[in-house]
């Protein structure tokens, strides 16, 4: 066994190998004694190698994945290393035959999809930075919903990029760690940063595997992509693979942002603003906390996706101001699509486990759910456009309603298909809605009556012995079998002719079996396999049904984390008295009674007051502001109120004033006191 351990050890040896042993994941050598500390778990010995004892940890099966969380916390990576067959089939081979075992996956902080080790309401990117000739390219994969992203970079451009992204994992080649003049970004990545061969980041090589994934000879439908994000694409692409073993999730098309669509913002800045968490590294205190009014999961990430890149794109700035005037506008239909979303499940990531084969009947479940709500989201949207349709729909309102679709086929037949009570795993059986199939009825009948007759059984057992604590019971080692206390045991019949055949004798009890009792526990065997083998076919064309319409239900999805955005930034505007910004391409920045979300929500829950509101403008002659005055006068609040009131409407949302109007700012600078990054000769004064 230690052979075949250290043989598939020696293939991944830069994660910790989880290799199975029955019930437990079992980690050994180095692996055990690193796990053992991380987890805070009893570290021991199982047999010797090289004359020393071997280290030994595990985590039971059953509840895994709370120790694979802390594990990834942590920065480490781990290979999962299952039994490729069943026990009793190698002893076929001898009977010192050790059980075929294999990595069916290694999971990385950026290749999560399980909701319990992922938060919901967040992204989860792996990334990849590359380089050629002198140019720089990153692209990036959402692995949980399959969002895929690519972006040119300038040099000067990359602290913000990768403070933008805050991926959870970031690829580069081993040349580009040794470049000098990154070592200093590098190192604020720490545990997030993995290498990679060179050979993982050839364009040519990156382009050839977009081709091969999406069945495409010409990539220009995509976008115009430059070599380095080629190169940081294919080697995305070879790295998940590598990854979950040959198997992939379903991806988008690769979405291309251009090099000067966003508004670039600095790692300094973006901390000092507090847009999606305080200095303190907590959600509560950011502008993220006041702003989100989203009721899903999807919703939540694409606002957190929008606050983290606010746009330089005029057309696309308005289009998103649009809907939420659109929602600002119409109370009743606002109120009545945020009570569809809140029960609706998370269609973007059940698709992604059942793509790589890692989903169960509730992503099935999840998915049927969930058009389901587009249905009604769509229903409702165009009886009211129809009942009293404004002069001008927004275009966004349009493409969400198209993107909606109509699933009726598919969500009757999950309907009908599934069980009311889903388990997680679809190898646990019983997900199968009664009537659905009638073979299969009929095998859980077969079963169901086996367990009737074996309760007849101990009944008849009991009258023929006189004994009333007889018990017919069962465990894995045995099957089914009689038991009776130690006491009762003189009283069992001992003739030639009894049907009780001695089967074990424990401190306190005598167990038997009979014949009939035998061939009626082949039958239940029996009935319960072809049971879950006909529920796992169900369960494989479910999902393949599901999978062919991979790509309408992934803009369903998308369509409702939309409206769920542009209805929550309407509630937000309307509960909190946020006006309409007028963004365009001037050079004027002018704020009327203008004031900062944050401070303002704070003086509300607290009662402390009212925030007292001010102007700000900065256009013509008055293009620079110096200024002054003493600590705790409110210098810095007045500076980050305005640079989030210009976040805010570049993401597309309304804004705590009166009026505003923004030329589309580029770039924001914004380092105030005691945050200074002084260590780099960055200061406020």
């Given at each position: 066994m230690?052979?075949?351990?250290?043989a598939?050890?020696?293939?991944?040896?830069?994660?910790?190998?989880?290799?199975?042993?029955?019930?437990?994941?079992?980690?050994?050598?180095?692996?055990?004694?690193?796990?053992?500390?991380?987890?805070?778990i009893?570290?021991?010995?199982?047999?010797?190698h090289l004359?020393?004892?071997?280290?030994?940890?595990?985590?039971?099966?059953?509840s895994?994945?709370?120790?694979?969380?802390?594990?990834?916390?942590?920065?480490?990576?781990?290979?999962?290393?299952?039994?490729?067959?069943?026990?009793?089939?190698?002893r076929?081979r001898?009977?010192?035959?050790?059980?075929?075992?294999?990595?069916?996956?290694?999971?990385?902080?950026?290749?999560?999809?399980?909701?319990?080790?992922l938060?919901?309401?967040?992204?989860?990117?792996?990334?990849?930075?590359?380089?050629?000739?002198?140019?720089?390219?990153?692209?990036?994969?959402?692995?949980?919903?399959g969002?895929?992203?690519?972006?040119?970079?300038?040099?000067?451009?990359?602290?913000?990029?990768?403070?933008?992204?805050?991926?959870?994992?970031?690829?580069?080649?081993?040349d580009m760690?040794?470049?000098?003049?990154?070592?200093?970004?590098?190192?604020?990545?720490?545990?997030?940063?993995?290498?990679?061969?060179n050979?993982?980041?050839?364009?040519?090589k990156?382009?050839?595997?977009?081709?091969?994934?999406?069945?495409?000879?010409?990539?220009?439908?995509?976008?115009?992509?430059?070599?380095?994000?080629?190169?940081?694409?294919?080697?995305?692409?070879?790295?998940?693979?590598?990854?979950?073993?040959?198997?992939?999730?379903?991806?988008?098309?690769?979405?291309?942002?251009?090099?000067?669509?966003?508004m670039?913002?600095?790692?300094?800045?973006?901390?000092?603003?507090?847009?999606?968490?305080?200095?303190?590294?907590?959600?509560?205190?950011?502008?993220?906390?006041?702003?989100?009014k989203?009721?899903?999961?999807?919703?939540?990430r694409?606002?957190?996706?929008h606050l983290?890149?606010?746009?330089?794109?005029?057309e696309?700035?308005?289009?998103?101001l649009?809907?939420?005037?659109?929602?600002?506008?119409?109370?009743?239909?606002?109120?009545?699509?945020?009570?569809?979303?809140?029960?609706?499940?998370?269609?973007?990531?059940?698709?992604?486990r059942?793509?790589?084969?890692?989903g169960?009947?509730?992503?099935?479940?999840?998915?049927?759910?969930?058009?389901?709500?587009?249905?009604?989201?769509?229903?409702?949207?165009?009886?009211?456009?129809?009942?009293?349709?404004?002069?001008?729909?927004?275009?966004?309102?349009?493409?969400?309603?198209?993107?909606?679709?109509?699933?009726?086929p598919?969500?009757?037949?999950?309907?009908?298909?599934?069980?009311?009570?889903?388990?997680?795993?679809?190898?646990?059986?019983?997900f199968?809605?009664?009537?659905?199939?009638a073979?299969?009825?009929?095998?859980?009948?077969?079963?169901?009556?086996?367990?009737?007759?074996?309760?007849?059984?101990?009944?008849?057992?009991?009258?023929?012995?006189?004994i009333?604590?007889?018990?017919?019971?069962?465990?894995?080692?045995?099957?089914?079998?009689?038991?009776?206390?130690?006491?009762?045991?003189?009283?069992?019949?001992?003739?030639?002719?009894?049907?009780f055949?001695?089967?074990?004798?424990?401190?306190?009890?005598?167990?038997?079996?009979?014949?009939?009792?035998?061939?009626?526990?082949?039958?239940?065997?029996?009935?319960?396999?072809?049971?879950?083998?006909?529920?796992?076919?169900?369960?494989?064309?479910?999902?393949g049904?599901?999978?062919?319409?991979?790509?309408?239900?992934?803009?369903a999805?998308?369509?409702?984390?939309?409206?769920?955005v542009?209805?929550?930034?309407?509630?937000?505007?309307?509960e909190?008295?946020?006006?309409?910004?007028?963004?365009?391409?001037?050079?004027c920045?002018?704020?009327?009674?203008?004031?900062?979300?944050?401070?303002?929500a704070?003086?509300?829950?607290?009662?402390?007051?009212t925030?007292?509101?001010?102007?700000c403008q900065?256009?013509?002659?008055?293009?620079?502001?110096?200024?002054?005055?003493p600590n705790?006068?409110?210098?810095?609040t007045?500076?980050?109120?305005?640079?989030?009131?210009?976040?805010?409407?570049?993401?597309?949302?309304?804004?705590?004033?009166?009026?505003?109007?923004?030329?589309?700012?580029?770039?924001l600078?914004?380092?105030?006191?005691?945050?200074?990054?002084?260590?780099?000769?960055?200061?406020?004064?």
């Amino acid at each position: 066994m230690m052979e075949q351990y250290l043989a598939i050890k020696k293939e991944h040896p830069e994660s910790l190998l989880f290799y199975r042993m029955g019930d437990f994941y079992e980690l050994f050598f180095e692996d055990a004694v690193a796990a053992a500390k991380a987890l805070d778990i009893t570290l021991t010995k199982r047999g010797k190698h090289l004359g020393n004892d071997i280290p030994m940890c595990g985590v039971p099966v059953h509840s895994h994945e709370t120790y694979l969380s802390r594990l990834i916390r942590h920065g480490f990576k781990v290979a999962v290393c299952e039994q490729m067959e069943d026990p009793a089939e190698a002893r076929k081979r001898g009977p010192k035959t050790v059980v075929r075992r294999g990595v069916i996956r290694i999971i990385t902080p950026g290749t999560l999809t399980e909701d319990t080790l992922l938060d919901g309401r967040s992204h989860n990117f792996l990334a990849a930075l590359a380089a050629v000739r002198g140019e720089l390219g990153m692209a990036w994969i959402d692995v949980s919903t399959g969002s895929f992203n690519t972006q040119a970079l300038e040099a000067k451009d990359l602290g913000a990029a990768l403070a933008r992204l805050d991926a959870g994992e970031w690829l580069i080649s081993e040349d580009m760690a040794l470049d000098e003049g990154l070592t200093e970004i590098f190192n604020e990545l720490g545990d997030r940063l993995s290498r990679l061969g060179n050979g993982s980041f050839d364009s040519e090589k990156g382009r050839r595997r977009l081709h091969d994934l999406y069945g495409v000879k010409m990539l220009d439908a995509f976008g115009d992509f430059t070599r380095p994000e080629l190169a940081a694409a294919g080697a995305l692409v070879d790295y998940l693979e590598f990854t979950q073993k040959g198997k992939l999730p379903r991806l988008s098309p690769p979405s291309r942002l251009g090099r000067d669509w966003v508004m670039e913002i600095d790692a300094a800045t973006r901390r000092n603003l507090e847009l999606t968490q305080s200095l303190a590294g907590e959600r509560k205190g950011s502008l993220l906390n006041v702003i989100d009014k989203t009721v899903t999961g999807a919703g939540a990430r694409l606002l957190a996706s929008h606050l983290s890149a606010p746009l330089r794109d005029l057309e696309v700035i308005n289009t998103r101001l649009d809907m939420v005037r659109f929602f600002a506008e119409q109370e009743r239909l606002r109120g009545d699509i945020r009570d569809m979303l809140k029960p609706c499940p998370d269609m973007e990531r059940a698709l992604s486990r059942l793509s790589l084969d890692r989903g169960g009947p509730r992503d099935l479940a999840a998915v049927r759910d969930g058009l389901a709500t587009s249905a009604k989201v769509r229903a409702a949207l165009s009886a009211d456009l129809s009942a009293d349709r404004p002069a001008t729909m927004p275009c966004g309102i349009e493409k969400c309603l198209e993107d909606l679709g109509s699933h009726g086929p598919l969500v009757d037949h999950l309907s009908r298909a599934l069980a009311p009570d889903l388990g997680l795993q679809a190898r646990d059986g019983g997900f199968v809605a009664q009537g659905y199939a009638a073979e299969l009825d009929e095998f859980k009948a077969l079963r169901d009556e086996s367990r009737r007759l074996i309760a007849k059984l101990q009944s008849r057992y009991v009258n023929e012995t006189g004994i009333a604590s007889l018990k017919v019971k069962h465990n894995n080692q045995l099957g089914y079998f009689i038991e009776v206390s130690s006491v009762q045991a003189d009283n069992m019949p001992s003739s030639g002719e009894s049907p009780f055949i001695h089967r074990q004798t424990t401190a306190n009890r005598v167990r038997y079996s009979t014949v009939e009792l035998g061939d009626l526990q082949s039958a239940i065997a029996r009935a319960a396999d072809q049971a879950l083998a006909f529920e796992l076919k169900v369960f494989a064309e479910l999902c393949g049904e599901v999978l062919d319409k991979s790509e309408v239900i992934a803009a369903a999805a998308g369509a409702v984390a939309a409206l769920d955005v542009a209805s929550g930034l309407a509630q937000l505007a309307t509960e909190r008295r946020y006006v309409r910004p007028l963004v365009d391409d001037s050079c004027c920045f002018e704020i009327k009674a203008g004031r900062h979300p944050v401070v303002e929500a704070a003086l509300e829950e607290s009662q402390e007051g009212t925030f007292v509101a001010n102007d700000c403008q900065l256009s013509g002659d008055s293009s620079l502001w110096l200024l002054t005055g003493p600590n705790m006068a409110g210098k810095s609040t007045f500076l980050r109120q305005n640079a989030l009131i210009a976040v805010l409407a570049q993401m597309g949302s309304f804004v705590p004033a009166s009026e505003a109007t923004i030329g589309a700012v580029d770039r924001l600078f914004s380092r105030v006191g005691a945050a200074d990054d002084l260590s780099r000769g960055r200061s406020t004064f």
